[in-house]
């Protein structure tokens, strides 16, 4: 089995925390995403409204994607995770992540946590994708 990390340097280096942004699995073609949030290169949150969170999120999940030789279009799961009741965030999320997404419709997650990587984050995105080929 063949594994890489994928760390794309526009975002925060994930090696304190003892993750990588996504690691591929060259054999199956498949690319696992770690929770992309709206974190600067510091590792502090930029915005402070779900509906920024979630476009800064959706972007970073689209250079990662990138970067491990995937796209939008490749897209199998994505989990969604949100700071407090789901359904409360449902009609400012949906519109983004459909945006982002386009017309693939990949299975989709969404859950409603108590608590996130910090007191300002959010929402957290993460994916599983094939690999381009």
């Known amino acids: 089995m063949s594994i890489v990390n994928i760390n794309p340097a526009s975002l925060y280096d994930g090696s304190p925390f003892s993750l990588s942004q996504a690691r591929v699995d060259t054999d199956c073609n498949l690319i696992f995403v770690s929770g992309q949030v709206d974190w600067d290169t510091d590792c502090e949150v930029i915005n402070n409204t779900i509906e920024a969170q979630t476009e800064s999120a959706a ?29 409360d965030h449902i009609p400012k999320v949906v519109p983004i992540i459909a945006k982002y997404l386009g017309a693939p ?3 989709i997650t969404g859950i409603g946590v108590a608590s996130l990587a910090t007191p300002e984050t959010l929402i957290e995105i993460e994916a599983v994708a094939k690999i381009s080929t």
Do not use: D, F, Q, W
Not at 63 to 71: N, P
Not at 76 to 86: A, N, S, T
């Open 59 to 87: 972007k970073n999940l689209l250079t990662v994607l990138t970067e491990g030789g995937s796209a939008v279009e490749n897209l199998l799961h994505l989990r969604i995770y949100v700071r407090g009741e789901l359904g």
């Open 105 to 107: 419709r990949p299975a």
